[in-house]
């Protein structure tokens, strides 16, 4: 999730993040509420798996660039 708010400068940059603002302050919510917790191992894979199908989702429009490996 991270590397999905990582986005938000490209985003603003080519004047797509007021499409995306209220999706990003929920990630920053979510984000933080998941620093809380203890995660399982197939947790941290489902969130990466989704962060992953996230990002090839925004790949096809040529307008993001290298994506990041979630940490």
Known sequence: MQTILELE??????????????????????????????????????LESATATFLSELRPSGRMISPRVLQ
Do not use: K
């Not at 400068?9 to 929920?26: K, N, V, W, Y």
């Open 9 to 46: 400068p490209q985003m603003h940059t080519h004047g797509l993040e007021p499409f995306f603002a209220r999706e990003f302050s929920a990630l920053r919510v979510l984000l933080d509420q998941i620093d809380r917790m203890n995660l399982l191992e197939s947790d941290v894979e489902r």
